[in-house]
């Protein structure tokens, strides 16, 4: 038995097998990269999508609360009207003579003359 000869089937038979397997592992890298690549495409887009839609409605709420703020503006001055005539009512009814009700009225003297005969 010649001990070098089988030794280099040996070691040709682990050069080969090693071959084949750094083959099986680049194949394995190269798939696996390509699938992390379009995995992150997929997140990309994914988050695109997401961030897109967080936009649309970060406005549509905004929207809506500039639409409620206006609403919550035109009640409260209909209210204010509503006060005003109401309280113009009650003096009318009070004293049958209109006074006003602002001590601060420039005007006051005009409305609260015993004549109005001029």
């Given at each position: 038995?010649?001990?070098?000869?089988e030794?280099?089937?040996?070691?040709?038979?682990?050069?080969?097998?090693?071959?084949?397997?750094?083959q099986e592992?680049?194949?394995?890298?190269?798939?696996?990269?390509d699938?992390?690549?379009?995995?992150?495409?997929?997140?990309?887009?994914?988050?695109?999508?997401?961030?897109?839609?967080a936009?649309?409605?970060?406005?549509?709420?905004?929207?809506?609360?500039?639409?409620?703020?206006?609403?919550?503006r035109?009640?409260?001055?209909?209210?204010?009207?509503?006060?005003?005539?109401?309280?113009?009512?009650?003096?009318?009814?009070?004293?049958?003579?209109?006074?006003?009700?602002?001590?601060?009225?420039?005007?006051?003297?005009?409305?609260?003359?015993?004549?109005?005969?001029?």
């Amino acid at each position: 038995m010649n001990y070098a000869l089988e030794l280099e089937q040996i070691f040709g038979e682990h050069a080969r097998r090693t071959a084949i397997l750094h083959q099986e592992l680049d194949e394995i890298n190269r798939v696996t990269a390509d699938r992390d690549r379009d995995h992150a495409e997929q997140q990309a887009a994914g988050l695109e999508r997401v961030l897109a839609q967080a936009e649309e409605d970060e406005k549509a709420r905004v929207a809506a609360e500039q639409r409620q703020a206006e609403l919550d503006r035109l009640e409260a001055e209909a209210q204010e009207q509503r006060d005003a005539i109401a309280r113009a009512a009650a003096a009318r009814r009070a004293n049958d003579v209109v006074a006003p009700y602002d001590d601060d009225d420039p005007e006051a003297e005009y409305y609260q003359r015993k004549s109005w005969l001029v």
